[in-house]
């Protein structure tokens, strides 16, 4: 409820605050819109470049994408091991728990 009425008071004494300010209002966004125009660019053109990168034909050599799937396999086996790991570790975790528990109550 506090939150709601200070966002309420916020929002109204920024209202007062455009028009009260109005013109340096303006200055500021005239100043922000070209910042936010130029970061937005610069991200999007970093994103272009990765993009276009991963579809060149001569950027990944044949090798790398051989090797790929088998490390990819090898990798899910391990990950697999390491979650039968936490499987056992959570049912052992969970007798404790319903042994504590049964210990308390009596």
Known sequence: MKV????????FLGIIGIFIWFKPFLHLLAGAV????????AMAAYLGYDEVKDQLPFGKKKEEEEAAPAAA?????????????????VEKLKAEL???????AS
């Open 73 to 89: 396999s090898e990798d899910v086996s391990k990950y697999k091991e390491e979650a039968e790991k936490y499987k056992q570790e």
């Open 98 to 104: 319903e042994k504590a528990k049964g210990e308390a």
């Open 4 to 11: 709601f009425l200070g966002g309420i008071a916020a929002a």
């Open 34 to 41: 070209p910042l936010m125009l130029l970061l937005g660019g």
